[in-house]
């Protein structure tokens, strides 16, 4: 079974929303990072600056390598990733990780960029809505059926 890794920011309320819809298609689906909140990566900067600790030394920190390797695992289990933009550096080097792995990779722009970036051609297909993607998808399986 394939198993998707549900990439996107911890400030996008439609990071679960679009992991339902693919568990309804029969995906399994890691986004359990998501629960951590919106403000986990600014708690996490808050609490190791208050230890006087700056950015690589908070690196070093058990906290960060938890979370780290808590998300690696995932990623390394994973078949499928998803990008759900809007989404920071992190999304973008977890998409990248998952393409030199060889993963099908796709990317999920709900609103028209900004910015175009012609390196999105690394992945196996962009879809300007989430309907789009699900379709996609829905077809994917009803093919491998």
Sequence with gaps: MNKIYLIGSLRNPQVPKLANELRN???TVFDDWFAAGEIADDAWRDYEQD??????EALKGYAANHVFDFDMHHLNESTIG??????????????????????????????????FDVM????????????????YLRLALDKSS
């Design 51 to 56: 230890r006087g600790h700056n950015f690589r």
């Design 120 to 135: 999105y051609l690394m992945a196996d297909a962009v879809f300007g809505s989430e309907a789009e993607l699900l379709e």
């Design 25 to 27: 298609l029969g995906y």
């Design 82 to 115: 998803i990008l759900l933009l809007p989404a920071g550096k992190s999304g973008h080097l977890e998409l990248g990780y998952l393409i030199g792995r060889g993963c099908k990779s796709y990317i999920v722009y709900p609103e028209e960029p900004e910015r």
